[in-house]
């Protein structure tokens, strides 16, 4: 009987006609259980819906697989490939939900085959997702598919009440082959202890060129960054994004600055975000970088001290950053700060030909 009824469900990619369907079973199975969005709070793409399913399909930057009973969506998966040409092959799966009727059916199973054969079309070799530590059965079906814990993140979403923690799980579906990254160390160079002249503070629309200088200088023969200097964005998008940022309360960016008018340059800049609609909106995630040349003279401490402050005063409950695991400047400046390293993943890219595990480090702030 549970064989018949699994075989008259379909599962296939949704189209952009029916996204507007799609947004509301999402909203709906939200409403059914504590582990996905919160009740009664729309998807991010609500406000567009056909237009967001359209633009996946065309670039390719993501996918939404729907369980059908006859007409009526009763399931679903949404996943994405990583943002740079180097994590595209690092498939992030959002979220997955079931209608409570119609759980224990191995319809899961089938969700996630799709994606596994979606992502294997397109050349990917890793599955990530996040999950709830006491939500079990869902563990169970991810455990049945491949995936193992990778790592335990801390406080992670505000669920029934109270924080929870949730599971980093990841499947390797095609091995990367070639030589992993030893550590790597920034290469010792002459370097002032204090800059003098070095002011943090909030960049101004107008600093996006000096940005823009900045990530492609940083980028440049990097060993230690997923991104390359070729993805920087150029100076009009990068002025739009420094506007849009500086805008949003709920975002934050400060830069460090060294001289003073036309000589007046960033060394340093820090950048923080929230992933909103998944219980996880306390939970800042950040992106930090200084000029390899300028490492050891304090600017990443006192961009670190600016996020932290603006981080409690905004009611955050940590902090979470990124970084590969070869990066051993990086790893002691984390752990200098109070972060503590929660997820490796293996096999997550490939840098200058060699294979790079990625961290996560966190560092709980109440």
């Not at 390899?292 to 940590?318: F, H, N, Y």
């Amino acid at each position: 009987m549970v064989q018949q009824v699994v075989d008259a469900i379909a599962i296939r990619e949704a189209r952009p006609e029916d996204a507007v369907a799609l947004s509301r079973a999402i909203e709906l199975i939200n409403g059914q259980t504590e582990f996905l969005g919160e009740r009664g709070v729309p998807v991010p793409w609500a406000d567009a819906p056909e237009a967001r399913i359209r633009e996946m399909r065309e670039k390719q930057t993501g996918v939404y697989f729907m369980a059908l009973d006859g007409a009526d969506i009763i399931g679903f998966l949404g996943a994405f490939p990583g943002w740079v040409q180097r994590t595209r092959g690092v498939i992030f799966i959002a979220h997955v939900g079931l209608l409570a009727t119609f759980r224990g059916r191995r319809i899961g199973g089938r969700l996630f085959a799709a994606i596994e054969s979606w992502a294997s079309a397109r050349g990917a070799h890793r599955l990530e997702l996040r999950v709830a530590e006491i939500n079990t059965r869902a563990q169970a079906l991810y455990r049945s598919r491949g995936f193992v814990t990778d790592g335990r993140i801390a406080d992670a979403a505000f669920r029934d009440g109270r924080f929870q923690a949730d599971l980093w799980m990841g499947r390797v579906i095609a091995p990367t082959a070639g030589p992993r990254w030893d550590p790597v160390e920034v290469p010792a160079r002459p370097r002032p202890r204090q800059i003098a002249d070095l002011v943090v503070g909030p960049p101004r629309p107008a600093d996006a060129a000096a940005l823009q200088t900045f990530e492609r200088t940083l980028l440049t023969n990097s060993p230690i960054h997923l991104k390359i200097a070729a993805e920087v964005a150029d100076v009009a998008e990068t002025r739009g994004v420094l506007t849009e940022t500086l805008a949003d309360p709920a975002r934050f960016t400060r830069c460090a600055f060294v001289g003073s008018g036309d000589a007046r340059h960033i060394v340093g800049h820090v950048t923080a975000w929230s992933y909103h609609g998944y219980r996880s909106e306390r939970d800042a995630v950040f992106a930090l970088n200084v000029l390899p040349q300028l490492s050891g003279c304090g600017i990443g401490r006192r961009l670190i001290a600016a996020l932290e402050a603006w981080a409690r005063a905004a009611g955050k409950r940590r902090l979470t950053t990124f970084t590969q695991a070869h990066n051993a400047r990086g790893l002691r400046f984390a752990e200098r700060a109070g972060f503590r390293l929660e997820v490796t993943s293996p096999d997550y890219a490939v840098i200058d030909g060699r294979v790079a595990a990625q961290v996560v480090f966190g560092k709980l702030l109440s």
